[in-house]
Structure formats: C-alpha cells, structure tokens
C-alpha cells in the first residue's frame, strides 16, 4: 500500500512541477530588442537587412533612438525594376540615404499616426497620413503596423520609397 502512496505521491507532485514550469514559461515577456535585431531577425525583412549593413546602419539601429522605420518589404524590394537594388547596392552612400528617408526620429505608433508630413532623418518630407485602421506613407500601405522594438518601431510597407531628387 504504501508503494501505490508514494507513487501516486509522486505522480501529482510532477505533475504540479511540469505545470508551474510551462506556466512560468509563458509568463516570462519576452525582451523587446533593437530595431537593428529585431529587422534582422524578421524573415520578410531580409533584403532591408541586407541594405542596413550595406549602408553601415547597424549601430545606428542598435543605439539609443528612438525611431520609426518605415520597412520595405522584401516583396516591395521584388518589385522594383530590374537592375534597380544591384546598382544602388554599389553606392552605400545612396543606400545610406534611401533607407533614411524610411524613417523618423521618435516612436510613432500606428494610433498616432495624423494626416500630416513628417521629417525623415534624411532630412526630407514624409507624407503620413491615416483613414480608419490604415496608414499610408508617402505611396505605401503599411502592411503590418507597430513591430515593436527597444529602441522604436517598425511600420512594415508594401512599397520601397523614393527620396525626392536633389
């Protein structure tokens, strides 16, 4: 009898460990990362990734911040005109300025969002604007809206966006 006891004892009392375990687990947040990680770690955000170490943004994307990316997607990137990324990838200095007219100092959650320019940090004017549930900069729809990082957020668009010729 005291076999069954101290099995069944036994039983329950792993039985309350795997619990607290799988509940501790899932409880424990997850830390948010930079916006240098956390566009790295995004699958449909690979070709962006690429252009950041192109253009020597990385540690700009790990610091401090805050920024708002306004993130191509890698289907964005897919559909510019052939030829197109291969020649800007040989001038980092024109990689360095496209992917600044994608962003804007300070966090700028999608609920935010007026209907009004922003200054990217290339020093250009971004038309944001809202209706409803939907962001648009410039051309682009925000295809996925607060990507939330350390150091800012990431709006990712359906649209690689082009700075104004100087």
Do not use: W
């Not at 790295?40 to 170490?53: C, E, I, R, W, Y």
């Not at 540690?59 to 920024?67: D, R, S």
């Amino acid at each position: 009898m005291s076999y069954l006891l101290t099995l069944r004892f036994t039983r329950r009392a792993a039985l309350v460990c795997a619990t607290i375990a799988l509940v501790s687990a899932c409880a424990t947040p997850q830390k948010p990362v930079s916006l240098a990680d956390t566009i790295a770690k995004t699958p449909d955000l690979s070709t962006l990734n690429g252009l950041v170490k192109t253009a020597g943004l990385t540690e700009t994307l790990q610091g401090p911040g805050p920024f708002t990316i306004f993130a191509p997607s890698d289907a964005a990137f897919k559909v510019l005109k052939a030829g197109t990324l291969e020649e800007l990838s040989k001038n980092p200095a024109n990689v360095k300025n496209l992917l600044l007219f994608h962003a804007v100092s300070g966090a700028v959650a999608s609920k935010d969002v007026k209907n009004s320019n922003a200054k990217a940090v290339n020093g250009d004017a971004l038309a944001l604007a809202k209706s409803g549930d939907f962001v648009t900069v410039e051309n682009a729809f925000v295809v996925k809206a607060d990507v939330m990082a350390s150091n800012g957020v990431i709006h990712i668009i359906d649209t690689v966006l082009t700075p104004p010729k100087k």
